[in-house]
């Protein structure tokens, strides 16, 4: 893009044009992933969906790349690309609650962090992620898991309607189209640029009550083996993870422990804290644990918890995915060998425990599609050190191999690694749904413009 064609499209904008030139274009084209690092010609700070419409319409225009931002903080850096065009929707970031009805507006660019504070000063939230500087436009569109998902479901299962800008530079309410609505709840990125999204909210909080138990890597089998039990039982309040990683230096840990593998139970219970606390009391009498740091606090805490875990920019990144048809004890086995085997010690073997709400609705009632998997695995291979890229994505991929015999054959597409092997991905986790996808996108994005994420062909 020349200095003359950028000078055109901000002249069109309330937001503005940001280019190699100018002083912030490196800063305004960073991503969460530290591995990322891609060059767009521009990239549109858009103020309003007003703006997404111009900078989509000059995009199509001109036959350049189209990639859409919301937050940032997709593993694959798929917010960003070379040479074309960003639509960078970071500086929307309004939200406004409705207590009345029990709903919430929020822009395209708003943090889980601005969702929670918003809602939260009503003593409402919306079911989103566990980590708050991530965006809630890529999460929903993808699905959306966090600690409310065995109450009240996914992210996507509570969006009640979206203002879309498709391909051709239009606005569709997707309330007004129920394929287009259906579409939106799991089948990603496809079919224009969100601008807002409208949600059903609950009460929750202001306090409630959040477990975190450390076990010993040496007790990692049989305490895996009491969790199984225990999950196959826990009301649906209770949302948990099982997380295999290695005892970061932290004094909340005996030193003796630190570097050594390390099995966390961490779980919230949607409740007041005190029905939470004797709810949680059975995962925290499992086995003999090296910490117990389980307290009642805020839920804006509780959602907080993971963040400091995932630094942006410096860190690298690279997450798979598996949906588990079960937690026997030989997949425990290779579990906790893979995790033994994880050449960083940052990275973690994610044990989602799913059902509740999540299982629900029936595989064709989202595109999101088929929810029976009792558990997911979130593959979570992080570093440091660009020396280690090859070793660490290794790794993950030798994880997600090895895991194939235990899984449903589908994957959590908000986990997509670089996005290799899409089409076959695509396949396997729509299943039924992919046909119906693929004649959704014909109508709203027949020359496939918006294909920077687990891309559905236009039948
Ligand atoms: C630290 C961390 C923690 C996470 N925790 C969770 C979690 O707890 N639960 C969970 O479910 N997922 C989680 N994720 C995964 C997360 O859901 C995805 O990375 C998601 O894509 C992030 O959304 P984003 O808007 O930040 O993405 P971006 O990187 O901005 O965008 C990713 C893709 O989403 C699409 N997109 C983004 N915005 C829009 C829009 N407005 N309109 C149309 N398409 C759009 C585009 O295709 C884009 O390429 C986590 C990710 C990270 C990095």
């Not at 989509?56 to 690309?81: F, I, K």
């Not at 961490?266 to 804290?273: F, L, N, Q, R, Y």
């Not at 090859?390 to 994880?399: D, K, L, Q, T, Y």
Request: aromatic share 8%; hydrophobic share 40%; with cysteine.
């Amino acid at each position: 893009m020349t200095q003359d064609m950028a000078e055109g499209l901000a002249g069109r904008l309330r937001g503005r044009v940001v280019q190699a030139t100018d002083a912030d274009y490196d800063q305004v084209r960073a991503v969460w992933n530290g591995m990322i690092d891609r060059r767009p010609a521009a990239l549109v700070r858009c103020a309003g969906t007003s703006d997404v419409i111009e900078a989509v319409r000059y995009a199509r225009a001109r036959g350049l790349m189209v990639a859409v931002r919301g937050g940032g903080h997709n593993v694959s850096g798929t917010a960003v690309c070379d040479d074309g065009l960003v639509v960078d929707l970071t500086p929307m970031r309004g939200v406004r609650v409705d207590p009345a009805a029990g709903t919430v507006r929020a822009a395209g660019g708003v943090t889980i962090g601005d969702l929670d504070s918003e809602t939260q000063a009503f003593g409402l939230a919306v079911p989103m992620g566990v980590v708050t500087e991530t965006g809630i436009a890529g999460l929903t569109l993808g699905g959306g898991l966090g600690w409310l998902r065995r109450k009240y479901g996914l992210s996507c299962d509570n969006l009640i309607s979206a203002d879309v800008v498709t391909a051709d530079g239009r606005v569709v309410v997707a309330e007004s189209d129920p394929d287009l609505l259906w579409a939106l709840k799991g089948g990603g990125g496809n079919f224009g640029v969100v601008t807002s999204f409208e949600f059903r909210a609950y009460p929750v909080g202001p306090d409630v009550f959040f477990a975190q138990v450390i076990h010993a890597g040496t007790d990692a089998r049989s305490v895996l083996r009491a969790y199984r039990e225990w999950a196959a039982a826990a009301p649906d309040e209770i949302s948990s993870f099982a997380i295999l990683w290695h005892a970061p230096e932290d004094e909340s840990i005996p030193a003796e422990h630190h570097g050594t593998p390390i099995v966390v139970f961490a779980a919230m219970h949607s409740g007041t804290p005190e029905e939470g606390e004797a709810a949680l009391q059975p995962l925290r009498d499992i086995g003999t644990p090296i910490a117990d740091l389980s307290a009642a606090t805020s839920y804006l805490e509780a959602q907080r918890f993971f963040d400091e875990d995932y630094p942006a920019h410096v860190m690298r990144y690279y997450w798979k995915s598996r949906y588990l048809t079960g937690l026997p004890d030989d997949l425990i086995d290779v579990l906790v060998e893979l995790n033994e085997g994880s050449p960083s010690p940052h990275s973690t073997l994610d044990v989602w425990q799913l059902g509740g709400a999540f299982a629900r609705p029936g595989t064709r009632d989202t595109a999101f599609g088929d929810r029976s998997a009792p558990f997911m695995l979130g593959i979570e291979s992080n570093w440091e050190n660009p020396a280690d890229d090859e070793a660490c994505i290794a790794w993950a991929r030798r994880v997600h191999t090895t895991l194939g015999p235990f899984s449903t054959g589908a994957e959590y597409l908000n986990f997509p690694g670089l996005y290799e092997d899409s089409d076959r991905t695509v396949r396997d986790t729509f299943g039924p749904n992919l046909d119906r996808l693929a004649v959704v996108k014909r109508r709203y994005d027949p020359d496939n413009v918006f294909r920077l994420t687990h891309n559905i062909r236009p039948s």
